[in-house]
């Protein structure tokens, strides 16, 4: 768990470097990375999640006695990310489209259109990079994944300055530079983890498979997308229930916005460590249907829900704590800091039901049983959570208008609602795995 948290952060921080940088050259290109990067990094985060339902269905084959197959899985693997790639682009693409209709800033706009298109680039390295961190993952080798991250993170900093503010024979791009920055360090991280596939005996085998001339396993292809793509739309679903309630709050002024950014920011932060503990039960879940393992895979639930709650409930008390300092960190405007810290109040909240919701919802992606996760997300977020939102935070029709606070007590009410329902389902499956077998 600790280098996929580790990595989960440094990732993070790339994307801190790129609005830092873009910052230093000027209001209108921080702007544009903002408003560009917010909308292709839901695609990004999107494609990548379908392809990573890879790592269970391998730990599932080990667990099994038939690592064998992973090869064969792994080629299949290709072919289905290789079909990703397409869409990718498009939705990118689609984003140029769309950004003229969210601002009438023409400079704003360039600047947006001009990061999406450096950005394009990097699509097939990152879907590629997403393939080979889950070949890693599904063996439970998750340091490799820490180590490209750390490339990552190391290269994008002397990448942004040099296509933002130019570099001997590189031009200065302005802000959008970052979106090639993104582009090259991307390529760059694909590049580090070949490498380090050929160092390890068993992914140089697999890294083999996945380069021989073969034709695909269709009905492989087919499994993988129809297991993954589901995991894909949860995640957008969620993302985008996110940020667009940022719009709904946008009326209400810059204190309540720079207060929410604050609060958002710093709830992905912390959900960084929840997150990671539940992508490595996932794996291990897998790995224990694999070997059809009831008691070892009943112990792991509970060490990893132990665990997980443990931690969080410590995050909890530093956060509810240190919530001035906390948001005295992000802003120096005594309005928006203040605000921010009462919102960090029910961010401290939100933190439980979120960790319990993460935790089953991965460990249902480790049994692969991925279509509930799609219906649940939907229903909570969109069905409950949103409408929710916007009667809380423009009106009294419930309790007296809560503004941002709204927002934070929808999120509480359906990752409430969320968790309740992963953990029903998981029940469910988890009988059907073993139980009905016996």
Same mark, same amino acid.
């Given at each position: 768990?600790?280098?996929?948290?580790?990595?989960?952060?440094?990732?993070?921080?790339?994307?801190?470097?790129?609005?830092?940088?873009?910052?230093?050259?000027?209001?209108?290109?921080?702007?544009?990375?903002?408003?560009?990067?917010?909308?292709?990094? *839901?695609?990004? !985060?999107?494609?990548?999640?379908?392809?990573?339902?890879?790592?269970?269905?391998?730990?599932?084959?080990?667990?099994?006695? &038939?690592?064998?197959?992973?090869?064969?899985?792994?080629?299949?693997?290709?072919?289905?990310? /290789?079909? %990703? @790639?397409?869409?990718?682009?498009?939705?990118?693409? +689609?984003?140029?489209?769309?950004?003229?209709?969210? *601002?009438?800033?023409?400079?704003? @706009?360039?600047?947006? &259109?001009?990061?999406?298109?450096?950005?394009?680039?990097? !699509?097939?390295?990152?879907?590629?990079?997403?393939?080979? %961190? *889950?070949?890693? &993952?599904?063996? /439970?080798?998750?340091?490799?994944?820490?180590? !490209?991250?750390?490339?990552?993170?190391?290269?994008?900093?002397?990448?942004?300055?040099?296509?933002?503010?130019?570099?001997?024979?590189?031009?200065?791009?302005?802000?959008?530079?970052?979106?090639?920055?993104?582009?090259?360090?991307?390529?760059?991280?694909?590049?580090?983890?070949?490498?380090?596939?050929?160092?390890?005996?068993?992914?140089?085998?697999?890294?083999?498979?996945?380069?021989?001339?073969?034709?695909?396993?269709?009905?492989?292809?087919?499994?993988?997308?129809?297991?993954?793509?589901?995991?894909?739309?949860?995640?957008?679903? &969620?993302?985008?229930?996110?940020?667009?309630?940022?719009?709904?709050?946008?009326?209400?002024?810059?204190?309540? !916005?720079?207060?929410?950014?604050? +609060?958002?920011?710093?709830?992905?932060?912390?959900?960084?460590?929840?997150?990671?503990?539940?992508?490595?039960?996932?794996?291990?879940?897998?790995?224990?249907?694999?070997?059809?393992?009831?008691?070892?895979?009943?112990?792991?639930?509970?060490?990893?829900?132990?665990?997980?709650?443990?931690?969080?409930?410590?995050?909890?008390?530093?956060?509810?704590?240190?919530?001035?300092?906390? +948001?005295?960190?992000?802003?120096?405007?005594?309005?928006?800091?203040?605000?921010?810290?009462?919102?960090?109040?029910?961010? =401290?909240?939100?933190?439980?039901?979120?960790? =319990?919701?993460?935790?089953? *919802?991965?460990?249902?992606?480790?049994?692969?049983?991925?279509?509930? @996760?799609?219906?649940?997300?939907?229903?909570?977020?969109?069905?409950?959570?949103?409408?929710?939102?916007?009667?809380? @935070?423009?009106?009294?029709?419930?309790?007296?208008?809560?503004?941002?606070?709204? +927002?934070?007590?929808?999120?509480?009410?359906?990752?409430?609602?969320?968790?309740?329902?992963?953990?029903?389902?998981?029940?469910?499956?988890?009988?059907?795995?073993?139980?009905?077998?016996?």
């Amino acid at each position: 768990m600790l280098p996929l948290f580790a990595a989960n952060v440094m990732q993070l921080g790339m994307g801190v470097i790129d609005t830092v940088v873009a910052g230093k050259a000027g209001a209108t290109d921080l702007a544009g990375v903002g408003l560009a990067g917010s909308l292709s990094s *839901s695609f990004l !985060v999107l494609f990548g999640t379908v392809i990573s339902i890879i790592s269970p269905t391998i730990a599932k084959y080990c667990g099994a006695g &038939e690592a064998d197959k992973c090869g064969l899985l792994l080629n299949s693997a290709k072919w289905a990310a /290789g079909l %990703l @790639i397409i869409p990718e682009l498009l939705c990118i693409l +689609a984003c140029v489209w769309v950004i003229p209709l969210v *601002s009438d800033d023409a400079d704003m @706009i360039r600047v947006a &259109e001009r990061y999406l298109y450096y950005l394009l680039p990097c !699509v097939p390295a990152h879907i590629l990079l997403r393939l080979l %961190l *889950s070949a890693f &993952e599904g063996y /439970g080798q998750t340091r490799p994944g820490m180590i !490209v991250s750390l490339l990552g993170l190391l290269a994008n900093i002397p990448a942004n300055y040099a296509f933002v503010f130019g570099w001997g024979p590189i031009p200065a791009l302005g802000g959008a530079g970052c979106g090639l920055a993104t582009s090259a360090v991307m390529w760059l991280m694909l590049a580090g983890m070949v490498i380090i596939m050929q160092i390890s005996p068993v992914q140089r085998h697999n890294l083999a498979c996945m380069l021989a001339r073969r034709k695909p396993n269709t009905q492989l292809c087919i499994r993988l997308l129809r297991l993954g793509i589901p995991l894909g739309l949860a995640v957008f679903f &969620e993302i985008a229930f996110f940020r667009l309630l940022m719009l709904i709050i946008a009326p209400l002024g810059t204190v309540a !916005v720079g207060a929410q950014q604050v +609060a958002i920011n710093l709830s992905g932060i912390v959900f960084m460590l929840p997150l990671s503990i539940g992508i490595a039960a996932s794996i291990r879940a897998a790995y224990y249907i694999g070997r059809q393992d009831l008691r070892a895979f009943d112990s792991m639930v509970f060490t990893a829900g132990t665990l997980s709650l443990l931690l969080v409930a410590a995050n909890m008390v530093l956060c509810y704590t240190c919530r001035h300092s906390i +948001a005295a960190c992000y802003t120096d405007d005594t309005a928006v800091a203040c605000l921010a810290a009462s919102l960090i109040a029910y961010c =401290v909240v939100y933190q439980l039901s979120d960790a =319990v919701q993460s935790l089953f *919802s991965c460990l249902l992606r480790g049994c692969q049983d991925t279509a509930p @996760i799609t219906w649940i997300c939907m229903i909570t977020y969109w069905l409950i959570g949103f409408p929710l939102a916007c009667i809380l @935070i423009r009106t009294d029709w419930i309790i007296p208008q809560a503004g941002p606070a709204g +927002a934070w007590i929808s999120f509480i009410v359906a990752l409430t609602i969320a968790a309740v329902l992963y953990a029903a389902r998981f029940i469910r499956t988890r009988k059907r795995i073993f139980l009905r077998r016996r």
